[in-house]
């Protein structure tokens, strides 16, 4: 190889090396893409949708806010952001969303936002705030009904006066119909989700939630379609 063969592949090296690092500087690592990827992909549709959802039923950057099942903040994001500072609380039974969460917010420089995030496989929503909102999306289609129920119960504990908890889930019949297996409607070209009521992912019916809550200060209002693209239903827990 000559003097200019062994330049021009220098330099074509070179360019590739900072066409690489631009292009990984832009793009989500291979965890985070795999984080995404577990969370349900949709990854600017339902941050938004969830923001806009919420937005729209009455919340406020003032609003302290709670998390369930936060995940790598695909919608946790984007409340950090709408929020006052130290008003988003997060919760995750698995540790590798909490750190992928962390990182997320410093990747959109929401780290000054004093958001609160806790690793937790039992519930453990006490941050010492009184929560005017919540959320638990996508969710408690993945639990079954004891989880479901301890769930309610610690967040019940925490609701400000006049709170409101919002969860998704799959809708099933009440009775022993349940335990067909249901193809769960969905948006025209999406994919449609086969739930149970015995295995995961899960359905219920609104009068599973209505006897979870008959001894907790909790009463639901079966809200219904939101526009999940996927079909799950959301259901509001109102602290009475
Ligand atoms: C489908 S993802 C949804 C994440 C987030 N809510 C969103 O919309 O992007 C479900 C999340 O619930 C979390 N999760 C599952 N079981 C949980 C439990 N018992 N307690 C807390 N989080 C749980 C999972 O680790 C996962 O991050």
Redesign the pocket.
């Known amino acids: 190889m000559n003097r200019w063969e062994a330049y021009g592949r220098r330099i074509r090296g070179s360019i590739a090396r900072n066409l690489q690092s631009a292009s990984d500087a832009i793009r989500p690592s291979r965890s985070s893409t795999e984080l995404r990827r577990r969370?349900?992909g949709l990854w600017d549709e339902?941050g938004s949708l969830?923001l806009n959802f919420l937005i729209e039923h009455g919340l406020t950057p003032e609003s302290y806010f709670i998390?369930?099942?936060?995940?790598v903040l695909?919608?946790g994001r984007h409340f950090v952001r709408h929020l006052d500072d130290g008003h988003y609380c997060g919760?995750?039974?698995?540790d590798a969303?909490i750190a992928g969460g962390i990182a997320q917010l410093k990747e959109d420089n929401l780290e000054s936002k004093g958001a609160r995030l806790r690793q937790?496989?039992t519930?453990e929503v006490d941050f010492g705030e009184k929560f005017n909102v919540g959320i638990?999306?996508?969710?408690f289609t993945?639990?079954p009904i004891n989880?479901i129920w301890h769930c309610l119960s610690n967040v019940s504990e925490v609701l400000a006066p006049s709170g409101v908890f919002y969860a998704t889930f799959f809708r099933g019949p009440e009775g022993p119909e349940r335990f067909t297996p249901i193809q769960q409607p969905c948006l025209e070209g999406r994919v449609s989700v086969r739930t149970f009521a015995d295995e995961n992912p899960y359905h219920y019916s609104p009068q599973d939630f209505a006897r979870m809550c008959e001894n907790l200060p909790l009463e639901i209002e079966d809200i219904g379609d939101w526009g999940h693209p996927r079909g799950q239903q959301m259901m509001a827990f109102k602290r009475t």
Not at 67 to 71: A, H, L, S
Not at 136 to 139: E, L, R
Request: net charge negative; aromatic share 4%.
């Open positions: 969370v349900g339902m969830q998390d369930v099942g936060c995940g695909r919608a919760v995750d039974i698995d969303m937790s496989t519930f638990a999306q996508s969710v993945h639990l989880s």
